[in-house]
């Protein structure tokens, strides 16, 4: 056997042989009659690499289905990918982008001929990636969201997108989608819709204009306002209404102004109409003074503008008092062009505003209430154009230059960019009063893709009507039907159905499911699986088909079923189906795992999965997100070139702990890559001592104790572990495997079983080399689906077998092995050595002094233990002698055991007085760490403003000096003992 495992030279090949061989396909090892167990990945999108996030996630999925099929069951690891539209779309425009060539110069199929090439060419790349993890997919059975799409060239032919349609139509006519028009998240670049999980919110130094909202026909009214205890503190004559705004472009679609019905500040002007102080002064609109229950009074001015049509919030407040909603821009985020002239407009919109006239939703949306002379400017150069309007106009609110809220002056009187810092004009003439522009970080959504800010924009789109098919996605969750855990999920899964909003499905897209409905020149709409059957439909008529394509979310939504070739009744859906487990990540139980429960519940009537395991999030060691702009990110597929797979896949199976955030370092990575080397240690000592497998060898059968207390751990530890993973705890899992071959099999055992293999007993010999081979084989076995590689190699280099290890079967051992005389027996051994070997450490005693050891009290059972290991506590613990005393001499530490009374003499060994001092010393400095630590942990400031992550971080560190101080403080104790 090599003298170490070679990472790099072993793990390729040995995925080479799990593949050539078939291990991993569906069924494999299954014993007859087999209960099935399957479980799903979630796809990773076709664009992707491997991040530490699937690296955590697959990893543990993987110790599932490895566990299950050397267990015997039918087991299945469904893989694939998702066609990621808006990714996928924008990483091949960048392509032809290289080449100088648009998607817009050519046709919607000549651009997906490009995807579907890109696709060959690169979009395995996550495949290959999840390979070297040790993922023990089924990659036979690889499946695509898109496969079977028009234009997919040969070796996509699944039947992935005839399902997609099929269920779309399905639920188009049982009144479950609906197209209509609703605010939408609107990314400008992309032109295109996208869903609440492609929005990154980002923190952005901005601003927010107060202006003046003159009353009609210069009506005033007084403004009073009042302190906490009802004392005025302002009293003034008004003949407008104050509000605030951090996008002043979207002024030019308000349909009202609310403020609170309980703010007694604008109870007397309530129901009157004020100015929209932008735009063509003889076309100006009035627009009603409304009361609703959004709007904060201490926050701003306490009234909000309500553009219904570019605010989610106002566009709630639209609906519920019935004020139209004016869009204002088109798809590029530009200011409208279209439409009659503003004059024309903002009549027809003056006369909804008097009560004179009502508009549809989409006559509306149809009117431009954008001036002339702003029609076509981008946003931002239309938000500078209407601020030096109103400022021009007297209308904004002023305030002197020494306000704090304006924050830094640098010489702009509209900063309009996001991110500039800056508030009003200075010269050396400072004016008396300046414009209130406040200096405020804003919270602005942005796509994740394409990094733009988003615009809220009403557009007509594709939904799903949620509130019909929620139900039982409610009810086979209450109903123990699926299980989710931890408990927390569970609630943000009712949480998040109990207030669902209905679905937007489209895309403004062309790489994906083009829904399935097609048009007349009337309007008139066929929903149909292909046009012929649209134009049947339509009694023969011209029709043209929706440019829109589903959201990915829809398709991913089918993953389950998809897989397994619904609509047809295949075996394997079968077979498969409800699937067993799946695990996912807590950022998209909303997204995804909701919608899989909806969509299948809808569609077969059953739930998609029994039980859904959600992880936790892969954080730095300091807790801390990780971020390419913080620059903490690790590499996963760096981490295996470095440490190999096995040592990745424990490290974040060990910190796996449910419901907890882990927090992953190269020094913990680096510290199982240890253990992976003392499990091979272990495997080279046995077979330096002829450890070899025996046929036919009955753990239960053996005589010597040392072999009957490792045959008993080795049940112990199998028990335990199976215990941990059927409950999803698998960091107990792989935190037992740990204690167990580190702690009991390489440390002890090997050194137990070194005097038997000595002994020149043939018996003894021959029965522990069988034992020590039986019970490396076993940590083989157990390790495997945590460890597949290392386990691998070993099992084949120590003896041929019949079959690889991925398909050997699990032990199905347990409390019959376990001999309770020799647990006690050997524990109180160990016990003893462990105790000693502390109280030398304590007392700073050289690690290869021998040292005298000092019987003082020793029952009978203790005296037994002793004489029979006796050999052994004298080599590991480092002792020269045991001697017989009557009472516990001066100078000596007590070491105490069950039934028993020892004492190390160590006063002439080391300098009392100097342990003392240093002892002390350490004990002064860490009682001031504490002190520090609990001071900033009793300080409620401090919990409540500092980030999640510091503030376990000082829990945790307070913690480990607590733990420290109570260990120096023992061995003060000791010291203080002898003198």
């Not at 996630?57 to 066609?83: A, C, E, I, S």
């Not at 392509?95 to 995807?115: C, I, P, Q, W, Y």
């Not at 260990?967 to 000791?974: C, H, N, P, S, T």
Request: with cysteine.
């Amino acid at each position: 056997m090599d003298k170490s495992f070679n990472a790099a030279e072993a793990e390729p090949r040995i995925a080479a042989e799990w593949e050539a061989r078939g291990c991993f396909k569906a069924g494999a090892n299954a014993r007859p009659g087999a209960e099935p167990f399957s479980i799903m990945i979630p796809p990773p999108n076709v664009t992707g690499v491997l991040h530490v996030g699937h690296a955590f996630n697959n990893t543990l999925q993987d110790v599932l289905t490895r566990w299950h099929r050397m267990r015997g069951f039918d087991t299945l690891w469904q893989p694939g990918t998702d066609h990621a539209g808006i990714a996928t779309q924008m990483v091949v425009e960048r392509e032809l982008a290289k080449e100088g060539k648009s998607r817009r110069d050519m046709t919607r199929e000549e651009f997906l001929s490009h995807v579907w090439a890109w696709k060959a060419k690169s979009g395995g790349t996550i495949r290959q990636q999840l390979k070297r993890l040790g993922a023990s997919c089924d990659w036979s059975r690889e499946a695509f969201t898109m496969s079977g799409a028009p234009g997919a060239p040969a070796g996509e032919e699944g039947n992935f997108h005839d399902a997609v349609i099929k269920v779309f139509v399905d639920m188009y006519e049982k009144g479950y989608i609906y197209r209509g028009k609703r605010l939408v998240n609107w990314d400008p670049h992309f032109e295109t819709a996208i869903s609440d999980l492609e929005v990154e919110n980002i923190d952005t130094p901005g601003h927010m204009w107060h202006f003046k909202y003159p009353l009609a026909g210069g009506q005033t009214y007084e403004y009073v306002e009042k302190d906490e205890d009802g004392n005025v503190t302002l009293r003034e004559t008004r003949d407008y209404i104050s509000i605030a705004t951090t996008r002043p472009e979207t002024m030019l679609g308000d349909g009202a102004v609310a403020v609170h019905p309980d703010d007694d500040r604008y109870k007397p002007i309530v129901g009157m109409l004020c100015e929209i102080p932008v735009g063509p002064k003889e076309h100006r609109r009035l627009i009603p003074i409304i009361t609703d229950e959004y709007p904060d009074p201490n926050f701003g001015s306490g009234a909000v503008k309500i553009t219904g049509a570019h605010d989610f919030n106002d566009y709630g407040v639209a609906k519920r008092g019935g004020i139209p909603c004016y869009r204002l821009m088109d798809t590029r985020a530009q200011m409208r062009a279209d439409g009659t002239p503003y004059a024309e407009a903002a009549a027809i919109a003056q006369a909804v505003a008097n009560g004179e006239k009502t508009l549809t939703e989409v006559e509306a949306d149809a009117l431009n209430l954008v001036p002339d002379h702003l029609r076509g400017l981008d946003r931002y150069e239309a938000r500078a154009r209407v601020i030096d309007e109103i400022t021009a106009e007297g209308l904004a609110v002023m305030t002197t230059p020494d306000d704090p809220r304006l924050g830094k002056m640098v010489g702009s009187t509209h900063p309009t960019d996001p991110g500039r810092v800056g508030e009003t004009h200075q010269s050396n003439a400072t004016p008396a009063l300046v414009p209130l522009v406040e200096a405020k970080t804003i919270t602005q959504p942005h796509g994740d893709r394409s990094k733009v800010v988003i615009e809220p924009m009403l557009t007509d789109q594709w939904f799903v009507d949620t509130a019909k098919i929620v139900g039982p996605a409610l009810d086979a969750v209450r109903d123990g039907r699926t299980r989710i855990m931890p408990e927390q999920h569970r609630k943000v899964y009712f949480h998040w159905l109990e207030n669902i909003e209905p679905w937007t499905i489209s895309r403004q897209l062309w790489w994906g499911h083009q829904i399935p409905v097609w048009y007349d020149e009337d309007g008139g709409m066929y929903c149909a699986p292909t046009e012929a059957e649209a134009v049947a439909k339509s009694g023969g008529k011209a029709l043209t088909r929706d440019p829109d394509v589903l959201d990915t979310w829809f398709s991913s939504g089918l993953w389950p079923i998809g897989t397994l070739g619904w609509p047809e009744q295949t075996p394997e859906l079968k077979r498969y189906f409800p699937t067993s487990t799946l695990v996912s990540g807590f950022d998209i139980i909303f997204f995804w795992v909701a919608r899989m429960m909806m969509m299948q519940l809808a569609v077969v009537g059953d739930v998609p999965f029994r039980d859904v395991y959600v992880h936790a999030l892969v954080r730095d060691e300091k807790g801390r997100k990780m971020s390419k702009s913080i620059g903490n990110v690790l590499d996963p597929l760096e981490l295996i070139e470095e440490f190999g797979a096995d040592a990745l896949r424990f490290t974040l199976t060990s910190m796996a702990a449910m419901g907890r955030d882990l927090k992953l370092s190269k020094d913990r990575i680096a510290g199982y890559r240890n253990f992976g080397t003392k499990l091979w240690n272990a495997a080279r000592f046995a077979e330096m001592n002829d450890c070899k497998p025996v046929a036919g060898f009955d753990p239960g059968a053996v005589t010597q104790t040392v072999n009957k207390w490792i045959v008993g751990e080795t049940a112990r530890a199998r028990l335990a572990h199976d215990e941990a993973l059927a409950s999803y705890r698998f960091n107990d899992a792989a935190n037992g495997l740990y204690a167990f071959v580190w702690g009991r099999v390489c440390d002890w055992y090997v050194e137990f079983a070194k005097p038997l293999l000595t002994s020149g007993e043939e018996s003894v010999i021959a029965e522990t080399r069988a034992t020590m081979a039986w019970v490396i084989d076993q940590c083989l076995i157990l390790l495997h689906p945590t460890m597949p590689f290392i386990t691998e190699e070993l099992w084949g280099a120590i003896a041929d077998r019949p079959k690889m290890l991925v398909h050997a079967d699990w032990p199905e051992y347990g409390a019959e092995l376990i001999d309770d005389a020799a647990s006690r027996e050997m524990g109180w051994v160990i016990g003893l050595i462990e105790e000693i070997r502390s109280v030398r450490a304590q007392m700073h005693v050289p690690a290869g002094l021998k040292v005298q050891l000092l019987q003082v009290e020793l029952d009978e059972k203790g005296q037994a233990a002793f004489a029979r290991n006796a050999a052994m506590i004298e080599r590991l613990a480092r002792l020269s002698q045991v001697t017989q005393v009557s009472a516990m001499p001066k100078g000596a530490v007590t070491v105490a055991a069950d039934g028993a009374v020892f004492g190390l003499p160590i006063a002439d060994l080391i300098d009392v007085a100097e342990e003392k001092a240093r002892l002390a010393k350490v004990m002064d400095k860490l009682g001031k760490e504490i002190g520090g630590l609990k001071g900033r942990l009793g300080n409620p400031k401090f919990i409540e403003s500092a980030p999640e992550e510091i503030v376990e971080e000082a829990r945790e560190n307070l913690a480990a000096r607590e733990e420290e101080a109570a260990k120096i403080k023992d061995a003060l104790d000791r010291l203080s003992a002898i003198g």
